[in-house]
């Protein structure tokens, strides 16, 4: 681990918070092309309570998509220091305030940590589905179909 102050933990958080916001950036693109594209179908369908689940994972992990970024944004904002973003400088959105900084990193913490569990339950299932159900589900996630 580096150092406090040192250039690589810089470096490294630079990069978080870019890559942070540019998935906040991306994940809009990906709703609006869900949402005036057709959904491909599973073939065989699954199960009510797997299409269930399957909803509400996705919704979990769209909800991270958005909810981490502006959490990571509302803590910098709220400690005080600028928000990088490939070299430009974003707004703070909030004072500066001590309070709502522990506040707002305690929960991006908590929340990526339960996003780092959702992730590997949608890798799970989708491994799942390809090699015990034999289903189209991990095709239909491919680029290359």
């Known amino acids: ?6 250039a690589g933990r810089d470096a490294l958080a630079f990069w978080h918070f870019s890559l942070g916001l540019t998935v906040l950036c ?3 693109v990906r709703i ?3 949402s005036v594209g057709d959904t491909p179908v599973i073939v065989p369908a699954m199960p009510k309570m797997q299409a269930l689940a399957a909803k509400l994972v996705h919704l979990a992990l769209y909800g991270l998509m958005i909810g981490l970024p502006l959490l990571g ?9 600028p928000v990088p973003f490939y070299g430009l ?3 703070a ?5 001590k309070e709502n900084f522990s506040l707002f990193k305690t929960i991006h913490e908590s929340l990526a940590t339960a996003g ?3 992730i590997g339950v949608h890798a799970a299932a989708a491994l799942f589905h390809h090699y015990v159900k034999r289903d189209n589900t991990l095709k239909l996630m491919s680029p290359f179909r």
């Open 73 to 81: 944004w509302l803590a910098l904002s709220a400690r005080g220091k």
């Open 26 to 28: 991306l994940v809009w």
């Open 93 to 97: 959105l909030m004072e500066q305030n």
């Open 116 to 118: 780092y569990f959702l």
């Open 1 to 6: 681990m580096y150092p406090r102050g040192s």
């Open 32 to 34: 609006v092309a869900r």
């Open 89 to 91: 400088q974003l707004p």
